[in-house]
Structures are given as structure tokens and as C-alpha cells.
């Protein structure tokens, strides 16, 4: 029996020492990670670990039975389905109803049939694989309704949102929230001079910088075309300036060559942040941010503008 290309685990809680080891034995023969317990304490235990997707319970045993087993299986919460056999010497009909409706899917008689058990844990497997199959579809699809495809930087969308959550959860806490927007300077003559590809390339790179220069818990999305939105959680403008000033003078350490020609790699880069305002909202942030960036591009490009600020080697400017 194939279990998937890696080996599924299954649970087999019986109580009886000979026929937990003979299932165990029958288990192992086909391909499956086997964990065994006696008891129904041990096996809620064991229900709870994620690769524990297929599960053999005794309805009659020590601690909890298969019945209550079932039944607290369902009712919890959890991020894989775990498809259970019943194992019993009951044979009334009652019986197989009251499994079912426990939350069991699927019911067997002891003396186990071990050629009819294998055929109803492949059923097992069908449905398991055909789960596992879908939550990777659905991380697909939620990872492009989130995720810029060609920078992995989030969409604008999604960033806006982790600025409006920020702010919001910097009111309940007295704290700031800081915004840089960045963009690359003179990214026009970057794609006239090395195609497309190379104008890519670039905005990976950036996404890249950015990865590694700002924080674990801040968020960087792309905002549209070479604009980066960046959302600084706990972060005053002075804050801001030493981030954004980091990320600037990081990202113009390397140049571009094209067919021996050097292009300069700069970012211009407009900052604020929420304890400038009386009552903050992202379109304000936004724009402020915006406005900055501008007075960058307009002060001469690779610096960082931060309200009436501009700040350029380590050196601020007042305009």
C-alpha cells in the first residue's frame, strides 16, 4: 500500500497487548508510522499532534473510550483532519450508528479483517491526500491575493490594511507607527537601458534589501510600480530616520552594469509617522510619506525627507 510519498503516522489505541502488537505488525508491513497507546488518555494525547492524520480506536478501553474520543476530535478545533476507524466487538446496528454519529468515520468488528482493514484505511488515505492537496491550493490562492508575484513584497492592499491594524493598536497603547515610502531613483532609464528583465531584476533586489535592513515585524509591500510602502510598528520619526537612512545608504552600495556602462542603484525616500499627527489615519501617513518622498526626488535623489527634514549621509537639512 503507498501512504503518500511520505510515510503517513496512524494511531492505534487498543488496550489489548496481543492485538494492539499484531495491528502494529500488519501497520509497519504496508507503510505506515505506527504509534501505539493502551489507553484513551494516551490517545487523546496522541490525537493532538498534527501528523497524526489516521487513527485505529478501541471503543472499550481504559481512561477514555473511542466513542468520547471521537466526539472531543470533532469538537476541537484543529488545522488537519484526522480520519478515525472504530474498532469493536459490537455488532448492533445501534452500535454503528452511535460511532457515526460520534464522529467516527468508519466502523470495524473485531476479529479485525486485516485484508478488508487496509482497503478502508486506503479510503483513509484518499481523503487525507485530497485534504492535503487542497490546502495547498488554498495557500496558492491565498498567496497571490496577498503577495506581489514578482517581488514577494505583500500588495498594496494587504499593507494598507497592516497600517490601519498598526494604528489602531497603537492608539489602545500610547505608542507610534511609522511609515517609509521608498522608490527607485531614475528606474525609467534602468529598463530603457537593460530591458525589462533588468527593471525586475532591480525590484527584486530591492524586495531583497529590504528583507534584510528593516525589522522581523515590520511589513513591506509593493505600492505600485517602483514605490515600496513599509509599515514600522512602535516606531517614532526619529525612528523612522535611522531605518529609512539604513536602507538607503544599503541599497546604493552595489551599481548595475550594462554592456559597460555603470548605472547608479539609489532610493529616494519619504518618511512620517503617526505621533506627528493629532488624530493619525493611513491617507494621512500615506501622503505625508508621499509628500516627503517627493521633496526627496525634488532635493537631488538618494536621500531620505522626513517632514521638514532632509537627511543625506548622516547630515539633516533643514528646508
Known amino acids: 500500500m503507498k501512504t503518500s510519498k511520505s510515510r503517513r503516522t496512524i494511531l492505534v489505541a487498543d488496550d489489548d497487548a496481543v492485538s ?21 488518555n494516551d490517545a487523546w494525547k496522541a490525537l493532538q499532534k498534527p501528523d497524526v492524520r ?16 471521537c466526539r472531543r476530535t470533532r469538537e476541537k478545533s484543529k488545522s488537519h483532519y484526522t480520519y478515525i476507524i472504530l474498532l469493536t466487538a459490537r455488532d448492533d446496528p445501534r452500535d454503528v450508528v452511535d460511532g457515526l454519529e460520534a464522529g467516527a468515520d468508519d466502523y470495524m468488528t473485531k476479529p479485525v479483517n486485516y485484508l478488508e482493514l487496509r482497503a478502508r484505511l486506503q479510503a483513509g488515505l484518499r481523503i487525507t491526500n485530497l485534504e492535503d492537496k487542497l490546502l495547498r491550493i488554498q495557500r496558492r490562492l491565498s498567496h497571490l491575493a496577498t503577495k506581489d508575484s514578482l517581488t514577494g513584497l505583500w500588495n498594496r492592499r494587504v499593507t494598507i490594511k497592516f497600517l490601519e491594524d498598526e494604528l489602531a493598536h497603537a492608539a489602545r497603547e500610547g505608542s507610534s507607527v511609522g511609515v517609509i515610502m521608498a522608490d527607485l531613483d531614475h528606474f525609467k532609464r534602468i529598463n530603457d537601458t537593460g530591458g525589462h528583465q533588468l527593471g525586475d531584476r532591480t525590484l527584486k533586489s530591492l524586495a531583497q534589501c529590504i528583507d534584510r535592513h528593516v525589522r522581523p515585524y515590520d511589513k513591506a509591500g509593493r505600492y505600485g510600480g517602483d514605490e515600496v510602502l513599509i509599515v514600522l510598528p512602535d516606531c517614532g520619526l526619529h525612528r523612522v530616520a535611522r ?69 543625506k549621509t548622516g547630515k539633516v537639512k533643514k528646508r
Open 20 to 40: 494492539g502488537r499484531i495491528l502494529e505488525k500488519s501497520l509497519t508491513d504496508w507503510g505506515f508510522r505506527v504509534l501505539l497507546v493502551r489507553n484513551g
Open 243 to 311: 531605518i529609512a537612512e539604513r536602507l538607503r545608504s544599503r541599497f546604493a552600495r552595489r551599481k548595475i552594469k550594462v554592456n559597460g556602462t555603470v548605472l547608479p542603484r539609489t532610493l529616494s525616500i519619504g518618511g512620517s509617522a503617526s505621533d506627528c499627527f493629532v488624530n493619525p489615519t493611513a491617507d494621512k501617513l500615506i501622503r505625508a510619506s508621499d509628500r516627503a518622498l517627493y521633496q526627496a526626488k525634488d532635493a537631488g535623489r538618494n536621500l531620505v525627507a522626513l517632514s521638514h527634514a532632509l537627511k
Open 54 to 69: 489516521l487513527a485505529l480506536l478501541d471503543w472499550v478501553m481504559p481512561g477514555v473510550d473511542g466513542i468520547k474520543l
